[in-house]
């Protein structure tokens, strides 16, 4: 059974910067995508960054240039450093798994999903 643990989220004034982690556990095949979404109150879920195991990298419009996807030495880690941040950062954030290609940040294509963690920006 595939299962995601996110974690690194917190309360940063604006300006500042965090490190989102992602582990994945019982992935069994060698091409996927590890994405990052969020989701604010009221709002959609949306999309912000992909990994692929080809070594593809998704980001959205809004984080480019200021987050960076990255994979950790462990197979199946994924972490997201957002630096720069904004209050319009503020969601909660989620990272899930996509086993078929094409790859993106279509939320509704992620299979697997972990259980999310706040990121809070003050102005």
């Known amino acids: 059974d595939v299962q995601l643990q996110a974690s690194g989220g917190g309360l940063v004034q604006a300006g500042g910067s965090l490190r989102l982690s992602c582990a994945a556990s019982g992935l069994t095949v060698d091409d996927y995508a590890i994405g990052w979404f969020r989701q604010a109150p009221g709002k959609k879920r949306e999309g912000v960054s992909s990994?692929?195991?080809?070594?593809?990298?998704y980001y959205a419009e809004s984080v480019k240039g200021r987050f960076t996807i990255s994979s950790g030495n462990a197979k199946n880690t994924v972490f997201l450093q957002m630096n720069c941040l904004k209050p319009e950062d503020t969601a909660k954030y989620y990272c899930?798994?996509?086993?078929?290609?094409?790859?993106?940040?279509?939320?509704?294509?992620?299979?697997?999903w972990g259980q999310g963690t706040q990121v809070t920006v003050s102005s």
């Open positions: 990994s692929v195991s080809d070594g593809s990298t």
């Open positions: 899930a798994i996509d086993l078929w290609r094409p790859y993106g940040l279509d939320p509704t294509e992620y299979a697997y």
